[in-house]
């Protein structure tokens, strides 16, 4: 339930305040006035499109807020609020949408800014706004199917969601089933291809790094005369030639070593330095050890260079089809053996898939089935019940139906093609509502099945709003309606927009939308009227004079017709 609504810089509104009641609150005031302002203010918190244009000239955005009972909350919209990262506040949910003069819009619920979709979802189950546009929407099949199916109740709602749940995964499953069907010649190919390439890969029996083992291999046999002479010579200059006795490195360590020691025999300050020129000594003789072994392992040996140019070249052979070196080829023959046996496994999943479709399109079948017949009942009920409704609003003779029709194939719905149809008059076949109704009609078959669905407990909203819901009719037929929507606002709080005295003197509130201007600017108001000010603005309503007696007096009347109605 909305608790207020505060509007800035929307149109011909500047400031201004309503705190609708619980039940029946209408909205009043001389055409140019304003009142089309309130009901798109509260489009704006159903996030509907924002235009610039309705910004107030001078000013660089329009707010509107929305303050809503949070303990009339359902438990569902409390939690989706705070998954919006929103909050509540003082028992009260805030709403609230900005636009700006540029164009630019944002939205917040709970104080939290969230996008469009969001805020539309969360609102439409505290608002419901019934327009000019509900033509359109109405004409709609989605909308003409949601209203039967609210109305048959929580068991057809029940089985329709699991109808569309299960027609959902058969219709992904069949989507792979086709896939698969569709792609066996290339799956084909493809397992081929991968067989191929795993088997040749198994038949070389590559290892890991092997590729880097024998390259390192293959250059120390292709030069191994070569690394002989540069360990021959360094072996010489450490420990000096054959016929050249104490002319290597290792001599002029072992002189420097001793003269070393000597000095730090002098003087306990050297001892360093005779141990560093002793650890050199032994670290030249360990060095030429080293060079003696590895000049022993270089020997030439044609046979186990070819083995291995061999061996090179069918690692080539691999890493020129599978990558770049031989352990990117075992990554790929691994992912490979994964993919083959996925696809290996596609003729299993086809006789999988195919089966488990044939057996769900026969329990989609019994479940589509059941759900015609739960509509067929519900629209038999709905007729009768909506007839009622519209001979009290002067249609006495109005056919109001649903037509429960098989359709050409299933949807995710359903497989029926449901219809509103109307008639006006007796002895008129029914025709698709929107084709034959007139506008006032239509304005009466929206507020009838509105509360017929109340009634039901099927009205979406916990907020109904009517613009101008009285367009086209008046006297007589202006009374029915607003016993209607007194009667339901017995259940819901509606807000209403309308021309006719006859509807606003069943209001629990009643506000007056008015405007003035200083010759330059015009500001439209809203203000509250009760007694006198209420009986005057009645008498406008209908005379266009407030002030003569007779115009005052018809209006009391209808505030005592709306009393003894029981407001």
Do not use: C
């Amino acid at each position: 339930m909305i608790t207020e609504v505060r509007i800035r810089n929307l149109g011909v509104i500047s400031d201004a305040v309503l705190e609708p009641d619980a039940g029946l609150t209408v909205l009043t005031g001389e055409t140019g006035a304003g009142k089309t302002m309130i009901v798109s203010s509260l489009g704006l918190l159903l996030a509907q499109r924002a235009d610039p244009a309705t910004v107030r000239t001078g000013t660089d955005r329009a707010l509107v807020e929305g303050r809503f009972d949070a303990d009339r909350l359902p438990s569902a919209l409390s939690e989706a609020v705070a998954e919006a990262g929103g909050e509540l506040e003082d028992g009260e949910l805030l709403i609230a949408r900005q636009v700006g003069a540029t164009g630019r819009s944002r939205a917040f619920v709970g104080g939290a800014q969230t996008n469009l979709d969001r805020l539309g979802s969360l609102a439409a189950e505290l608002i419901t706004i019934h327009g000019q546009s509900g033509q359109l929407e109405l004409a709609r099949a989605d909308r003409q199917r949601d209203i039967l199916d609210s109305y048959a109740g929580p068991e057809l709602l029940e089985l329709r969601a699991a109808y569309h749940e299960l027609f959902s995964t058969q219709r992904a499953e069949l989507d792979e089933l086709a896939a698969l069907r569709a792609d066996a010649q290339a799956r084909a190919r493809e397992i081929d291809l991968l067989r191929f390439g795993i088997a040749e890969i198994d038949q070389v029996a590559p290892e890991a790094g092997e590729d880097d083992r024998l390259a390192e291999e293959a250059n120390r046999l292709t030069d191994v005369d070569e690394l002989r002479v540069a360990a021959r010579t360094a072996g010489e200059a450490l420990a000096g030639a054959d016929d050249e006795p104490g002319t290597g490195a290792q001599s002029a360590l072992a002189a420097t070593a001793a003269a070393a020691r000597q000095l730090a025999d002098r003087d306990g300050a050297a001892a360093g330095i005779a141990d560093t020129a002793a650890e050199l000594l032994v670290a030249a003789q360990d060095l030429g050890g080293e060079l003696s072994r590895y000049e022993s392992t270089l020997e030439a040996d044609p046979q186990r260079l070819a083995a291995v140019m061999d061996r090179r070249a069918a690692l080539a052979g691999l890493t020129r089809k599978y990558g770049s070196d031989i352990d990117a080829v075992l990554a790929w023959r691994t992912s490979s053996a994964a993919e083959l046996e996925r696809l290996a496994g596609s003729d299993d999943r086809i006789d999988e898939l195919a089966a488990r479709t044939e057996s769900r399109a026969r329990e989609l079948a019994e479940r589509a089935t059941r759900l015609t017949e739960h509509r067929r009942a519900a629209a038999d009920r709905i007729a009768s019940t909506v007839g009622a409704e519209l001979a009290a609003l002067a249609m006495p003779h109005a056919r109001l139906a649903f037509t429960v029709e098989p359709a050409v194939e299933a949807g995710p719905w359903g497989a029926d093609r449901i219809e509103l149809v109307f008639s006006a008059n007796a002895g008129m076949a029914p025709q698709p509502l929107v084709k034959a109704a007139s506008g006032g009609e239509l304005s009466r078959v929206r507020l009838a099945l509105e509360a017929v669905l109340g009634d039901a407990g099927a009205a979406t909203g916990g907020t109904v709003v009517f613009d101008e819901v009285d367009a086209g009719v008046g006297g007589q037929v202006g009374l029915e309606i607003g016993k209607r929507l007194a009667a339901m606002a017995r259940g819901h709080q509606v807000i209403v927009v309308t021309h006719l005295a006859q509807v606003a003197a069943y209001a629990d509130r009643h506000f007056v939308i008015e405007k003035s201007s200083d010759g330059q600017v015009t500001t439209s108001g809203l203000t509250e009227v009760t007694g006198k000010a209420r009986e005057a603005e009645l008498a406008r309503m209908m005379a266009g004079l407030a002030e003569t007696g007779s115009a005052r007096a018809h209006a009391r009347e209808l505030l005592a017709e709306a009393a003894r109605a029981g407001k």
